[in-house]
T-cell receptor, first 112, second 115 residues
């Protein structure tokens, strides 16, 4: 079965700093989702990547999928306290159509 | 994108009781799913809610414990039956909006605590 490993597990940065979160798959990715979760709440969809080498940006967040489609990175430029939360990568696959397998999450804290 | 609401948003229940969680979407969707997120863990798929037929359960989840209904294309319920403290989790429904997209959107979650 597919496994996703995120690094780092947690990250503490000062406001204004840039940061990167990585998501590595044990198998070729046929799609990769990034979500943000506030503690105890639902998931907010950020971006979906499907093609090798694809890069998408939304506001100050950029996500990339490598050419080999086994690793994705999420980069935040000039972080703000509003970026704090848990970032989860998820990938489709497995026996159930639509099923997403998730990484363990990266907890981001941004100090003002 | 789809707008998803869940009821209740949170609940505290006694051991041995059951709780039904509702998921409402503002538009017709092709697929609906139920996930569980145990404390400090990532999300695990419980089942795919099928409209007009029995849900499809993932390994480790059974219908007697987590009965699911989906009477139409905008609504589903998940019941957590005969609860124990191990059922304390956040339960989330998600949807795939429709044709031409695989983007999966999640509801706000239901935070369940079982005493």
């Amino acid at each position: 079965s597919q496994e996703l490993e995120q690094s780092p597990q947690s990250l503490i940065v000062q406001e204004g700093k840039n940061l990167t979160i990585n998501c590595t798959s044990s198998k070729t990715l046929y799609g990769l989702y990034w979500y943000k979760q506030k503690y105890g709440e639902g998931l907010i969809f950020l971006m979906m990547l499907q093609k090798g080498g694809e890069e998408k940006s939304h506001e100050k967040i950029t996500a990339k999928l490598d050419e080999k489609k086994q690793q994705s990175s999420l980069h935040i430029t000039a972080s703000q306290p509003s970026h704090a939360g848990i970032y989860l990568c998820g990938a489709p696959g497995g026996t159930s159509y639509g099923k997403l397998t998730f990484g363990q999450g990266t907890i981001l804290t941004v100090h003002p | 994108s789809a707008v998803i609401s869940q009821k209740p948003s949170r609940d505290i229940c006694q051991r041995g009781t059951s709780l039904t969680i509702q998921c409402q979407v503002d538009s017709q969707v092709t697929m609906m799913f139920w996930y569980r997120q145990q404390p400090g863990q990532s999300l695990t798929l419980i089942a795919t809610a099928n409209q007009g037929s029995e849900a499809t359960y993932e390994s480790g989840f059974v219908i007697d414990k987590f009965p699911i209904s989906r009477p139409n294309l905008t609504f589903s319920t998940l019941t957590v039956s005969n609860m124990s403290p191990e059922d304390s989790s956040i339960y989330l429904c998600s949807v795939v909006a429709g044709e031409g997209t695989d983007t999966q959107y999640f509801g706000p979650g239901t935070r369940l605590t079982v005493l």
